[in-house]
């Protein structure tokens, strides 16, 4: 089990599993220890939404977050190729939309934010370095003013980026 994520009200802890022969993710909730498997094509990295509602996921060998609710029904592809794969620990949920990274984007990889009320990307840093790979690496803030990133670099720094919108 890898790749744990606590539910938004911390009742129940998110997780990726190959028990059934590829990863899914899990549900453990944790006043009885009930587990419950999420998804049925494939699941590695889940957060869930701010209201609790849907959970967001990427696949470990497939680029894409998709999206579920959180009780459980059918899966949806929300953003198509981004990230790509094996950089599925590189987006985060915000009250208002997902931000991810983009390692094909020229001349540098970015940073983009998918809003979603228009279903839109939009362009929010171009990274000074190359992205870290196969490691969780990118997070922020419910209100989504603050994130935080790694990238390679000889020397470690933690890096903040604020907007003030």
Same mark, same amino acid.
Request: glycine residues 10%; aromatic residues 14%.
């Given at each position: ?11 129940? *802890?998110?997780? &990726?599993?190959?028990? @059934? ?32 509602? $849907? ?7 497939? &680029?894409? $977050?998709?999206? *579920?609710?959180?009780?459980? =029904? &059918?899966?949806s592809l929300v953003v198509p190729d981004k990230? =790509?794969? =094996?950089?599925? =620990? ?7 939309g997902l931000y991810l990274l983009d390692t094909?984007? !020229?001349?540098? &990889?970015? *940073? !983009? ?12 840093? @171009?990274? !000074?370095?190359?992205?870290?790979? #196969?490691?969780?690496? #990118? ?10 990133? @790694? ?6 720094? *933690?890096? #903040? ?5």
């Open positions: 089990n890898v790749v744990p994520s606590w539910s938004r009200d911390g009742r129940s *802890i998110y997780f &990726a599993s190959r028990r @059934t022969g590829n990863w899914q993710l899990w549900k453990r909730a944790l006043a009885d220890g009930a587990e419950t498997q999420v998804t049925q094509h494939g699941g590695f990295t889940g957060f869930e939404s701010f209201d609790g509602r $849907i959970l967001y996921f990427s696949k470990f060998d497939q &680029a894409g $977050i998709w999206s *579920i609710p959180a009780t459980g =029904g &059918a899966e990230p =790509g794969a =094996g950089f599925w =620990g590189h987006w985060a949920v915000t009250a208002s094909e984007a !020229e001349p540098k &990889a970015s *940073i !983009e934010f998918y809003r979603f009320v228009t279903g839109r990307l939009s362009h929010v840093l @171009t990274l !000074e370095k190359k992205a870290a790979r #196969l490691q969780p690496s #990118l997070s922020a803030t419910a209100d989504g003013r603050t994130v935080y990133y @790694t990238q390679y670099d000889r020397q470690s720094v *933690i890096k #903040l980026m604020e907007f003030s919108r």
